[in-house]
T-cell receptor, first 118, second 115 residues
Framework: GAVVSQHPSRVICKSGTSVKIECRSL??????MFWYRQFPKQSLMLMAT?????????EQGVEKDKFLINHASLTLSTLTVTSAHPEDSSFYIC??????????????FGSGTRLTVV | AQSVAQPEDQVNVAEGNPLTVKCTYS??????LFWYVQYPNRGLQFLLK??????LVKGSYGFEAEFNKSQTSFHLKKPSALVSDSALYFC?????????????FGPGTRLSVLP
């Protein structure tokens, strides 16, 4: 089945530094990938939709200059948290849509990245 | 606008007993409905989906869910719970008439199966 690899699974960084999270579709092409953020004991909140070869579409309230998204190929999207602050600490999850699948299905989630900013 | 409600933050059930995790939804069009499970510090794992056809959907690990259009519900069920079923469960909806739209997730229900 479709597999999405998300790396790293855990990262601790100092305040003010930047962190890059990768989301790869391993055995399918994904023209569209999604980035979510999950706060403790809360549901997933969509941050942005990443489209291969074009600019990402950000949800209202998400700072595009802080959360940089690059979807340079059909199998890789990256989320870079720039100038991270402790309030950016969260669980980030990506999902990818199989371009060859119908609209009924084809969404696969990554295993998530736990970001801790100290 | 789409929305998903999971009225119970927490469900406790004894091992071997049947379990139900409730979900109701609101969409402007016709829904695609999904259940996902999340274990600690892990991503979401797909359990089952309703697209069309039979209202009773069977999924992974013995779970099933019944689509009830009149009640706009999609409750998750399992006849006999296992301790290993303890996790966080999310119901999600997509509007089938809005191709490419992303999921709207419910707030999640934490299931604890007691030995």
């Amino acid at each position: 089945g479709a597999v999405v690899s998300q790396h790293p699974s855990r990262v601790i960084c100092k305040s003010g530094t930047s962190v890059k999270i990768e989301c790869r579709s391993l055995d399918f092409q994904a023209t569209t990938m999604f980035w979510y953020r999950q706060f403790p004991k809360q549901s997933l909140m969509l941050m942005a939709t990443s489209n291969e070869g074009s600019k990402a579409t950000y949800e209202q309230g998400v700072e595009k200059d802080k959360f940089l998204i690059n979807h340079a190929s059909l199998t890789l999207s990256t989320l870079t948290v720039t100038s991270a602050h402790p309030e950016d600490s969260s669980f980030y999850i990506c999902s990818a849509r199989d371009s060859s699948a119908g609209k009924n299905y084809g969404y696969t989630f990554g295993s998530g990245t736990r970001l801790t900013v100290v | 606008a789409q929305s998903v409600a999971q009225p119970e933050d927490q469900v406790n059930v004894a091992e071997g007993n049947p379990l139900t995790v409730k979900c109701t939804y609101s969409v402007s069009g016709n829904p695609y409905l999904f259940w996902y499970v999340q274990y600690p510090n892990r991503g979401l794992q797909f359990l089952l989906k309703y697209i069309t056809g039979d209202n009773l959907v069977k999924g992974s690990y013995g779970f099933e869910a019944e689509f009830n259009k009149s009640q706009t519900s999609f409750h998750l069920k399992k006849p006999s719970a296992l301790v290993s079923d303890s996790a966080l469960y999310f119901c999600a909806v997509r509007d089938r008439d809005n191709y490419g739209q992303n999921f709207v997730f419910g707030p999640g229900t934490r299931l604890s199966v007691l030995p």
